[in-house]
Nanobody, 126 residues
Framework: QVQLVESGGGSVQAGGSLRLSCAAS????????VGWFRQGPGKQRERVAS????????HYADSVKGRFTISQNYTKSTLYLQMNSLKPEDSAIFYC???????????????????WGQGTQVTVSS
């Protein structure tokens, strides 16, 4: 089992920045795929970004490319999401997720992931 705990959410004005963190514990390993999803009001949960827990194989949703950066520190068992130039449409609950395999096209489908955090709210005001 893997436990994931997100932190760093909050409220910010448009154009601002936030950094989310996800602390992983339990049976983690370096070649797990880890990532961030978000779910806005009335919307489906969507993958924001993913990366191998030991780095590399990074993917982003088109809507966040150039604004968000996913990173990891495997020795600290922590995943990060640096969010810059935030927009009101970025407002959502952000979830950390992990899967027991390499990242790939499957990672777009939330049902394919094995472990989830409880989520952290991000609110961007105009």
């Amino acid at each position: 089992q893997v436990q994931l705990v997100e932190s760093g959410g909050g409220s910010v004005q448009a154009g601002g920045s936030l950094r989310l963190s996800c602390a992983a514990s339990g049976h983690t390993y370096s070649t797990m795929c880890v990532g961030w999803f978000r779910q806005g009001p009335g919307k489906q949960r969507e993958r924001v970004a993913s990366i191998l827990f030991n780095g590399g194989n990074t993917h982003y949703a088109d809507s966040v490319k150039g604004r968000f950066t996913i990173s990891q520190n495997y020795t600290k068992s922590t995943l990060y999401l640096q969010m810059n130039s935030l927009k009101p449409e970025d407002s959502a609950i952000f979830y950390c997720a992990a899967a027991r395999r390499f990242c790939g096209p499957w990672s777009l489908r939330d049902a394919e992931w094995d472990y989830w955090g409880q989520g952290t709210q991000v609110t961007v005001s105009s």
